[in-house]
């Protein structure tokens, strides 16, 4: 795939990505409104629950208030009898004020208010709850009952009485569970919208009060299961159940949201709850509102982005082919573009590259003619000389050829491959993501590293052909500098020792210079040797140049310096060059004692 198929496959890849984060978290966000709608109606639901145990507190209350007077006349606790069902009567209504009954410790009756509240006869002591208050001398609610005589849903309470810490009988109340005060909580409870409604069970499930006027007096709910298994772990909680019985206007199997907590004074609980399908409607109308928002946002900056990217790489294309025509070797078309910043420094520094590989071009043709006019004259010249001259002659052509052909590899080697690797990485730079703007810096930065890596290998070249060092500081610093770069790369150690008086004439020292080129190069390639020590002294007259190595050394009538093809005269170039100047050149080695070379010049 080309760059804008990738550049569109990555951003659509990312907005996928996008919208699936955005889902997640909009998930997330619509879970916990589902959480907090839950908590509400729990709330709801333990509001309710205390005010149902804060009114049988009360009723028990006030029983023991009637307690404290169980020592008194029976004409004295029917009157505080009176009295505290006078007051619940003006307080809540028509709870608690349905009788009272006062036992002694031996379970004998006091007082029972009305007399009728009991038929005549009855043993209360045979009553289970009365008979466990006693046992346990404690709080005790008998079962739910309905009451023919007032024809109404009562529940006694058993209230120990207790004369200086001394147990001393019990005073039992009626509680009516058709209180309107109890149905008016739930009401309060069960304003949850339509489907709304709450219920006081028992722990058998069993419904005491409703706000659903359908569902009988004691019997089972329509979460009967659930109710149970909340009363059963006596822990509040919160989930979504099923219908378990028709009723009128509902459906058996319908999901609603029910939220129950057991009372703290009774082993009742209060549930309240309402239907799934409305108790989530605004979270499901919230979760497709966003859907269809985030969906058509995301889409639309998606669109946005793509053709904005496709704007952007309109400049990287043109880079690209001019990039193309440079690397195809038409250097004569400038680079034009109205870019700024990143693409525009690149435009700019592919331009200034054009132009420096032009000017590369040009200047190596001119030294190119200029070297062939200067090879045809000095061919010319040799041609008339001696055998001697000849073979000079044939090895400065050969060594000019060299040169040449040294000059041409190593261009195509070091500036041509780190040319060339310029040009594959503003390829690479074209082909990247722009977005990306970290890594842009980094390959702009590789690039001028390779340009730079170009320029100081055409130094290098330069100074190979001729070291400026020996122009400006003399011969000993380029001796320094030329061991540097022949021989200690090859790990031979060089020992420089001079003995100079002052700064030898130029020509002498070139030729010194130059004769020393040539032994460090055949040391570096031939001789193997580990250490080479040069002693430069002036003395009589005369400059002496000593170069000691401990390399292989040459077999008695081989050429010196010559490989097996007879390639290079080293020997005669040298002693010409001396010659030239009345000096001369002698060598002394043997195989494995290494060589030594003198070269002694007339000052």
Known sequence: MNLWSRLALAISLGFVLLFLAFSLLAEKALQESTTRILEERMVIAQMAARQIDSLIEQTIAGLERAGQFSEYSPETLRAVAEAEQRAYQKTHGNNSASGMIFLNSDGESILIHPPDLFPAGTDLLQQDFIELAYS?????????????????????????IHIESRFSGLIIGAMDL????????????????????????????????STNQSIPYLSPGEHHTFYRQAMASR?????????????????????????????????W???????????????????????VLGGVTLASLWAATLLGARWL??????????????????????????????????????????AQLLANIQELTAWNETLEVRVRAKTEDLRQQGTLIRQLLRRSITAQE????????????????ALTAVDLSMEQLSRTNPSNQLELPERLNRVRALTQQAITNLRRIIAAMRPGILDELGLVPALGWMSDHALRPAGVSVNLDVRLLSRLPGEIETTLFRIAQEAMSNVARHSQAKNLHIHLEQSNGEVVMTMIDDGLGLEPGKSVFADDRGRGLGLAGMKERASLLGGEVSIASAPGQGTTLRVAIPL
């Open 178 to 209: 058709d209180n309107p005060s109890i149905l008016s909580m739930l009401e309060e409870a069960a304003t949850l919208g339509i489907s709304g409604h709450a219920s006081l069970v028992t722990s058998a499930g069993l419904t005491l009060a």
């Open 269 to 291: 609980g209060v549930a309240v709850g309402g239907d799934e399908a409305e108790t989530f409607a605004g979270v499901q109308r919230l979760r497709y509102g966003m859907v």
């Open 235 to 267: 822990s509040a909680s919160v989930e979504v159940v099923p219908i378990e019985y028709a009723l009128p206007g509902e459906i058996q199997g319908e999901r609603h949201v029910m939220a129950f907590v057991p009372l703290k004074m009774a082993p």
């Open 402 to 417: 060299e040169e040449r052909a040294r000059i041409a590899r190593e261009l195509h080697d070091e500036i041509g491959q």
């Open 136 to 160: 346990q001398q404690a709080v005790t609610l008998s079962e739910p009952f309905y009451d023919p005589q007032s024809a109404s849903h009562l529940v006694l309470i058993a209230v120990p």
């Open 313 to 354: 790489l309109r400049p990287v294309r043109e880079l690209t082919t001019a990039a193309e025509e440079i690397a195809s070797g038409n250097l004569s078309m400038p680079l034009h573009s109205t870019q700024q910043g990143e693409i525009g420094i690149l435009a700019a520094a592919l331009e200034r590259m054009r």
